[in-house]
């Protein structure tokens, strides 16, 4: 019996037109949890709520659960709530299509079970600010409803019999998934078989395992094998940065294509909205985008291309939504329901309004998401529940303000002067940058940005998308969701700057800021959803600190795969009599061009050097280029774009000898291979500690006050794992040689030496 939840089943057959994302601000789900509850609390007795409904119908076993029954003999209904901000008119004619739907499935399993000849049925519209409900109630024949039923039944059921044996399948071709290779690499074979018992037993995994030894194949092929002995529905391989992504693409490649016969698994690449829209400067909406026009009319028909083909990726879901005349982007969110295999960035599952993590949820999948270069997962999902709130932004962003945002703007101007004008009062003339650490987040400025997007809602509603109107509703959008789930794993800071002449607000110069701290109060949940996690990178010790700050359940399991390197490989030196604090750097120029200038005459050939910051690398640069010319020196600058980084890095491994100059957990600190002599030499010129600053030493109190160890939790091991990072750039392999140099004086302490790999100090 295949079995379907009423809202999947009409999301599959019961869409037609055009895509609709009319920029109507959602509720957040405790908003919508809320709503749901205040409605249900309004009706009479006997009124039930989440009245559970389930039943047969072409083969098909539909269930779920409506939000109302009121069970009166005379005045019989079944309702559901559906909660939104704003006008309800912007509720599009789609969406409420849909809405319909789910009711009428209700509506036809009731009347079947009951034996009714007919049910009344309530849809109600909720505004969750105002509270407001708005009613349509309709009169239909159990014949009409079972009728509809059955035909959505019929289509789902002849997908669904398809997607049964495709499973079927998958699993017998996973259970004899044979290794890509005649042999596992040192280490590698311990990697996999970790892997497997993890996802095999349903238990997180931090796995530290060193660069060189195949961790995206020694990762993805046991994590893929386990799937059928769990009963997995799909594997999320979820990078930090794209070129992880193009590896994790390129591992599974590899592993089909090493098979005696295809492998009937269908594997989907995910990109941002931003690199996948063809049409950026029109709105997600039939009226503005002409992918968006008729979409789910044409969906069917790309969705049963798309199954054809085991790799959709971006290159072949252009070409599908070509033939179909569909939006791309789209596309790849319906197949991400149909694909077992999902490659995408982080963001896919762990942000607030991750589309795997939605799914998951819906479809009540067991899933294992594959965490590649996770080291980095702290500070992108610190990032992900984050968000600056800018004065200048908000109020100067749209270029020639249209007649109906000009008083929402001025009100939210009037608000900007509210917040803070309590501030000024203690101001000091001589001080003109300020921030105040708040304890939670103001509400001044609330009532002016929800009218502010109701007023820009209305507007998109009836004119064409503008990329400045967008933004703003956006941030402001953002901003309200973090504050209503602001806690003590956040920051709120509000920063402004007084004019030395006025000694009054300089106009425009405010920001507000929520800073995420610990992002475990986020992410915990989709670890627990999770039936098993698999965190991997060279850099995952102490095991501690991440399992805190990710918030992993506490069966997780910690493995630390041995290095396939031999201490013979590099010549390690502790520079350990010249300090690189900021007060000493001046003076630390001339020792450290000596020690790199020295190394480059003995053994020519290609180095980098990494600092602590551009101010520190641009400084070394040009102490070591006025002193001796004659060497070829490559340096990163600021905000490099992708075509300087390329030339960066071929410039730095072409035949001619060079020093390159980077900063340190820059983008040249990790993700780039310069195997054999294209790099002989590291220096790492620093301890990678973050600033000293106000906003570190807050996170390091709330740290300490969490977990009891504040200062390595802030400074120490986040910069000692970006030092161990950018000195791995140089082994790559069991044949590559050369000299790394840690300078500072502080690598002479033991528990800072105690952090280096292993095999470092054999």
Same mark, same amino acid.
């Given at each position: 019996m295949i079995a379907v939840s009423v809202k999947s089943l009409c999301e599959f057959a019961a869409r037609t037109g055009s895509l609709e994302y009319r920029y109507t601000p959602a509720p957040s789900a405790e908003e919508g949890i809320i709503g749901h509850i205040t409605v249900q609390?309004?009706?009479?007795?006997?009124?039930?709520?989440?009245?559970?409904?389930?039943? $047969?119908?072409?083969?098909?076993?539909?269930?779920?659960?409506?939000?109302?029954?009121?069970?009166?003999?005379?005045?019989?209904?079944?309702?559901?709530?559906?909660?939104?901000?704003?006008?309800?008119?912007?509720?599009?004619?789609?969406?409420?299509?849909?809405?319909?739907?789910?009711?009428?499935?209700?509506?036809?399993?009731?009347?079947?079970?009951?034996?009714?000849?007919?049910?009344?049925?309530?849809?109600?519209?909720? $505004?969750?600010?105002? $509270?407001?409900?708005?009613?349509? @109630?309709?009169?239909?024949?159990?014949e009409e409803l079972?009728?509809?039923?059955?035909? +959505?039944?019929? $289509?789902?059921?002849?997908?669904?019999?398809?997607?049964?044996?495709?499973?079927?399948?998958?699993?017998?071709?996973?259970?004899?998934?044979?290794?890509?290779?005649?042999?596992?690499?040192?280490?590698?074979?311990?990697?996999?078989?970790?892997?497997?018992?993890?996802?095999?037993?349903?238990?997180? +995994?931090?796995?530290?395992?060193? @660069?060189?030894?195949?961790?995206?194949?020694?990762?993805?092929?046991?994590?893929?094998?386990?799937?059928?002995? @769990?009963?997995?529905?799909?594997?999320?391989?979820?990078?930090?940065?794209?070129?992880?992504?193009?590896?994790?693409?390129e591992g599974l490649k590899t592993i089909s294509s090493a098979q005696a016969e295809p492998?009937?698994?269908?594997?989907?690449?995910?990109?941002?909205?931003?690199?996948?829209?063809?049409?950026?400067?029109?709105?997600?909406?039939?009226?503005?985008?002409? +992918?968006?026009?008729?979409?789910?009319?044409?969906?069917?028909?790309?969705?049963?291309?798309?199954?054809?083909?085991?790799?959709?990726?971006?290159?072949?879901?252009?070409?599908?939504?070509?033939?179909?005349?569909?939006?791309?982007?789209?596309?790849?969110?319906?197949?991400?329901?149909?694909?077992?295999?999902?490659?995408?960035?982080?963001?896919?599952?762990?942000?607030?309004?991750?589309?795997?993590?939605?799914?998951?949820?819906?479809?009540?999948?067991?899933?294992?998401?594959?965490?590649?270069?996770?080291?980095?997962?702290?500070?992108?999902?610190?990032?992900?529940y984050s968000i600056v709130l800018s004065e200048a932004e908000m109020l100067y962003t749209i270029n020639k303000a249209p007649a109906p945002l000009k008083q929402p703007l001025a009100d939210l101007e009037d608000a900007w002067q509210s917040l803070t004008k309590p501030y000024l009062a203690d101001i000091s003339a001589q001080d003109l940058e300020h921030r105040y650490f708040l304890d939670e987040v103001p509400d001044e400025l609330n009532t002016a940005l929800y009218g502010l997007i109701a007023a820009i809602t209305d507007y998109l509603s009836d004119h064409p998308a503008a990329a400045d109107i967008q933004h703003v509703l956006f941030t402001a959008l953002g901003f309200l969701r973090l504050a209503d789930a602001f806690g003590d794993h956040s920051l709120c800071t509000l920063e402004f700057t007084v004019s030395p002449i006025a000694g009054s607000l300089l106009r425009g110069s405010a920001k507000l800021k929520i800073d995420n701290l610990i992002p475990a109060d986020h992410l915990k949940q989709r670890f627990s959803d999770a039936s098993s996690a698999i965190l991997f990178s060279a850099t995952l010790a102490p095991d501690r600190y991440h399992l805190d700050l990710l918030g992993m359940p506490e069966t997780t399991v910690f493995k630390d795969i041995e290095s396939p390197f031999q201490r013979d490989q590099i010549d390690l030196r502790l520079v350990t009599d010249i300090s690189t604090r900021r007060d000493n750097r001046r003076a630390s120029l001339e020792p450290i061009s000596t020690r790199i200038v020295e190394q480059f005459q003995n053994r020519p050939g290609n180095y980098l050097v990494y600092l602590s910051s551009f101010e520190y690398l641009n400084a070394l640069y040009e102490c070591v280029k006025n002193h001796y010319p004659a060497i070829r020196l490559i340096r990163q600058t600021a905000g490099m774009a992708p075509i300087a980084r390329e030339q960066f890095i071929s410039a730095i491994s072409d035949g001619a000898p060079s020093v390159g100059f980077a900063v340190l957990g820059g983008v040249f600190s990790e993700g780039i291979d310069l195997p054999g002599e294209q790099l002989i030499g590291v220096f790492v010129a620093t301890l990678g500690l973050p600033p000293h600053d106000e906003l570190h030493e807050v996170l390091r109190s709330r740290l300490e006050a969490r977990y009891g160890d504040g200062y390595r939790y802030t400074y120490l091991y986040p910069g000692m794992q970006k030092v161990i990072q950018a000195a791995g750039r140089l082994i790559r392999s069991p044949t590559d040689r050369g000299i790394i140099e840690l300078i500072d004086d502080r690598f002479l302490r033991n528990d800072i030496k105690a952090m280096l790999p292993k095999w470092w100090a054999q």
């Open positions: 609390q309004r009706r009479p007795d006997p009124y039930v709520s989440e009245y559970s409904l389930r039943g $047969e119908c072409e083969g098909v076993s539909v269930g779920g659960r409506v939000d109302g029954y009121y069970a009166m003999p005379e005045d019989c209904f079944l309702e559901e709530i559906k909660t939104h901000r704003g006008n309800v008119a912007r509720i599009g004619p789609g969406r409420r299509a849909l809405h319909w739907a789910q009711l009428k499935v209700y509506g036809a399993l009731f009347c079947h079970r009951d034996q009714r000849d007919a049910i009344n049925l309530r849809l109600t519209y909720f $505004e969750v600010r105002r $509270e407001e409900e708005t009613h349509e @109630t309709l009169e239909f024949s159990a079972w009728d509809y039923l059955c035909a +959505l039944c019929r $289509e789902y059921a002849q997908w669904a019999a398809k997607e049964q044996d495709h499973r079927s399948q998958r699993d017998l071709a996973l259970a004899e998934l044979s290794f890509p290779h005649p042999d596992f690499r040192t280490g590698q074979h311990e990697l996999a078989s970790n892997v497997y018992k993890a996802v095999a037993s349903n238990v997180p +995994l931090l796995l530290q395992a060193p @660069t060189g030894i195949g961790k995206t194949v020694g990762v993805l092929f046991p994590a893929m094998k386990a799937m059928p002995k @769990t009963g997995l529905d799909r594997l999320f391989f979820l990078s930090c940065r794209n070129t992880g992504r193009k590896l994790g693409l492998t009937p698994i269908r594997v989907l690449e995910l990109s941002s909205r931003e690199a996948a829209c063809d049409y950026p400067d029109n709105a997600c909406h039939g009226d503005s985008c002409p +992918l968006a026009n008729g979409f789910f009319d044409r969906l069917a028909g790309a969705r049963e291309e798309a199954i054809q083909q085991r790799f959709l990726d971006q290159s072949a879901l252009r070409s599908i939504a070509r033939n179909h005349n569909i939006c791309r982007y789209f596309l790849a969110q319906e197949m991400a329901r149909w694909s077992d295999i999902v490659v995408g960035d982080v963001n896919h599952y762990f942000d607030q309004f991750a589309i795997l993590y939605g799914l998951t949820k819906q479809n009540e999948w067991k899933v294992a998401p594959l965490v590649d270069e996770a080291h980095n997962l702290i500070d992108r999902a610190r990032s992900m």
